[in-house]
């Protein structure tokens, strides 16, 4: 019983990063108008000559979505792949 009670938590724990990485796109998805922000920043910062993807974006997104630095890259992927495919 304890074995099936320990693998049950350890299974739950396991599955924690699919259900964040969902709520993410699910919050893209439903926030067109927030995303195209995000977009608009982007472009400002490709002006720059600075990716999408680098720290200092990866940092605004985290600071603007009080998310981690990765949930806060999965969500700009997101973001640019559902409203901004030109940038970069």
Do not use: W
């Amino acid at each position: 019983m304890k074995t099936l009670l320990f693998l049950l938590f350890v299974f739950s724990n396991s599955l924690y990063p699919v259900f964040s990485q969902s709520n993410l796109l699910e919050s893209v998805k439903k926030n067109p108008n927030e995303a195209r922000n995000f977009c608009n920043k982007f472009r400002e910062l490709n002006a720059k000559g600075i990716s999408a993807s680098s720290d200092r974006a990866i940092n605004y997104v985290s600071n603007k979505k009080k998310l981690t630095p990765v949930n806060a890259e999965i969500f700009s992927i997101y973001v640019i792949g559902l409203h901004c495919p030109d940038i970069i």
